[in-house]
């Protein structure tokens, strides 16, 4: 797995950034009177705790596994994405509920300010979507982390567009719709890594064929039977697996070699990088490829 390199002062950098641009939008709409601006800096806001969250948990995935943690620290990042998403859906019905209610209740809005504010904040956010654009590539924590940045991007432009209609034409509904459009917008981005990360976090299987893995290992001239097996994301790039065959009445040394060639199988043609395999004789050499609490019932 490629290791990724989210240094301490790319992150104190972006951080910083992020607070700066906070500070500047909330001023600048409440002083322009732009719900589209405070709402942008409310999600600056998230995205510094999304950072500090994000840099915490992948410090400490890159712990090594101990005798307690035999599979390392890596679901801390499985964590801080679920979380960091969880944020953004929160954080877009927020923002879905003041655009409606401004909408109802228009108010006059500088597009001047808007303009220039969202302009310099623009300019600031695509520099922080930079830095961490290369790591958010191999790694879910960092893409929900990019994914904040990416979308507070995205409601800076909306603000100008809107800020420009706003100045030219007087269409000042434009500011909330500005804002109700960004806010789906981060919804449906944050909503796929949320699914991602809970089956992660649930051990479900990833996307492999167990009848396809028991053909290919049936191969083996010395395998007999496939049965019993289970596949989970220990993060979203590392994949574990368990199964059990049935050999002859062979020896270890024997066996060892088998179970060489069903752990070059699995690695390159599934991305597999443990697998634990069991060998039998005939015990279970009619089970199903998923074993089930059924089956264990059956079997005992």
């Not at 634990?276 to 005939?282: D, K, L, R, S």
């Amino acid at each position: 797995m490629e290791q990724s390199k989210f240094t301490g002062s790319r992150f104190l950098l972006i951080t910083v950034l992020n607070v700066l641009i906070t500070v500047f939008e909330l001023l600048g709409g409440i002083f322009a009177g732009s719900l589209a601006l405070i709402s942008d800096a409310l999600h600056n806001l998230s995205d510094s705790f999304s950072v500090i969250l994000s840099y915490i948990a992948h410090r400490i995935g890159m712990r090594s596994p101990t005798p307690k943690n035999t599979y390392g620290y890596q679901r801390a990042e499985i964590l801080a994405a679920f979380l960091n998403s969880l944020i953004l859906v929160f954080l877009s019905l927020y923002l879905l509920l003041e655009g409606i209610k401004r909408i109802i209740h228009p108010e006059q809005v500088s597009g001047g300010i808007m303009f220039w504010i969202a302009l310099i904040s623009l300019a600031a956010n695509l520099f922080a979507t930079f830095l961490l654009s290369r790591d958010s590539k191999h790694n879910l924590n960092l893409r929900a982390t990019y994914l904040h940045l990416l979308s507070d991007a995205l409601a800076s432009v909306g603000v100008i567009v809107g800020s420009l209609l706003i100045v030219f034409f007087g269409i000042y509904w434009v500011d909330p719709l500005v804002t109700i459009l960004v806010s789906l917008y981060i919804a449906y981005e944050a909503w796929p890594i949320i699914r991602q990360t809970i089956a992660i976090l649930m051990e479900g299987s990833p996307a492999i064929n167990p009848e396809k893995v028991k053909t290919d290992l049936m191969e083996i001239p010395a395998v007999l039977g496939v049965h019993h097996f289970h596949a989970w994301l220990i993060n979203e790039n590392e994949l574990v697996a368990s199964v059990h065959i049935n050999l002859g009445n062979i020896s270890l040394s024997e066996t060892e070699v088998i179970y060489s060639q069903i752990e070059k199988i699995l690695k390159q043609k599934y991305n597999v990088i443990h697998v634990t395999i069991q060998a039998e004789c005939t015990r279970g050499i009619r089970d199903k490829m998923c074993f089930s609490r059924d089956d264990e019932k059956h079997e005992n």
